[in-house]
């Protein structure tokens, strides 16, 4: 793994969740922000059969939500192949999880959720790049057309400190996005 790669998996990978956010909102009379919690971990050696040349690595990241007023919690997990320029980018890939495993399965700490890299398809997300910046954060403004008139928006900041993420998903121009500002996560144990 290269120096790149290594700063941002420092940062991305562990557990983080948006709790404080939800208290501070919660404590001003209204939650606009979903809670959410990630579980994120380099994910190598859940992919057999991957060629050795193949550079890279693979990330899985579990994603929780409750949504304000619910008490359902969602699981979305996804699947990240994360390479870098060398200098100064990381550059992130979305994989298609393959259809036969459930979302349940879909997790870190599952000893029998093994991928074949045959398997695996890049999702139309395109490459996300993340800019290395001098105060050794990483930022990304990606837009991605998923098809469908669904569009993608995606601006992070990931830095010791925490994560700022924005999601802005437009379907045939109308904004489909329920809040205006990042959800900001911190780390939890």
């Known amino acids: 793994m290269d120096d790149i790669l290594k700063k941002f998996t420092d940062i991305l990978c562990g557990s983080l969740d948006n709790q404080e956010q939800i208290d501070q909102e ?5 939650q606009v922000h979903p809670y959410a919690r990630h579980i994120t971990a380099i994910c190598d050696d859940k992919i057999i059969n991957r060629p050795s ?18 008490d359902m ?6 699947l990240f192949y994360m390479r870098s320029d060398g200098v100064s980018k990381a550059l992130l890939n979305s994989v298609q999880i393959p259809a036969k495993f459930s979302k349940e399965q879909a997790r870190n700490d599952n000893k029998t959720f093994i991928m074949d890299w045959n398997d ?6 395109g490459t996300a ?6 105060d050794g954060s990483f930022k990304v403004d990606h837009q991605a057309d998923m098809g469908g008139g669904i569009t993608f928006r995606l601006i992070e900041t990931l830095s010791k400190d925490g ?5 802005l998903v437009h379907k045939d121009g109308v ?3 329920p809040y205006d500002t990042p959800i900001l996560y911190k780390s939890f144990v």
């Open 26 to 30: 919660r404590a001003a009379g209204k």
């Open 53 to 70: 040349d193949h550079e890279g690595l693979y990330i899985l990241e579990e994603s929780y939500y409750v949504k304000p007023g619910s």
């Open 73 to 78: 919690m969602e699981l979305k997990p996804l």
């Open 120 to 125: 695996l398809e890049l999702r139309a997300f």
């Open 129 to 134: 790049e993340y800019e290395l910046q001098t």
């Open 163 to 167: 994560l700022s993420v924005m999601e």
């Open 175 to 177: 904004k489909l996005t």
